[in-house]
């Protein structure tokens, strides 16, 4: 079978900012503002927060020696920590691979 590539009329260009650099400003810009509340309790989280735990968590995944362009899997449930995983990865390089737990059995 032959392959099949789409196309699209539209050219994109590639930026020149590095991924991590970009989330991080593009995070710090919200400021204190909320970017998320988890419903069942009702308690929220800044983007301050979320920049300073991911590069937490990013740190602790450097040292563990996650590299760049590795594959990273996070296997839980949509919630605070689950974001701050996958950005912490994204921060260090890596490719994430999200597994929610409801999508298992």
């Avoid at 539209?10 to 710090?28: D, G």
Wanted: with cysteine.
């Amino acid at each position: 079978m032959a392959a099949r590539i789409i196309t699209s009329p539209v050219k994109i260009e590639a930026s020149s900012i590095p991924i991590n650099k970009f989330l991080i400003e593009k995070i710090r810009s919200y400021g204190e503002q909320i970017c998320l509340i988890e419903s069942e309790n009702d308690k929220s989280f800044t983007f301050n927060q979320l920049l300073n735990d991911s590069l937490k968590v990013a740190a602790a995944l450097k040292k563990a020696q996650l590299k760049p362009g590795e594959i990273f899997m996070i296997y839980g449930f949509n919630c605070y920590e689950f974001l701050v995983a996958i950005i912490s990865g994204l921060l260090v390089g890596g490719t994430a691979l999200p597994i929610r737990g409801a999508d298992t059995s």
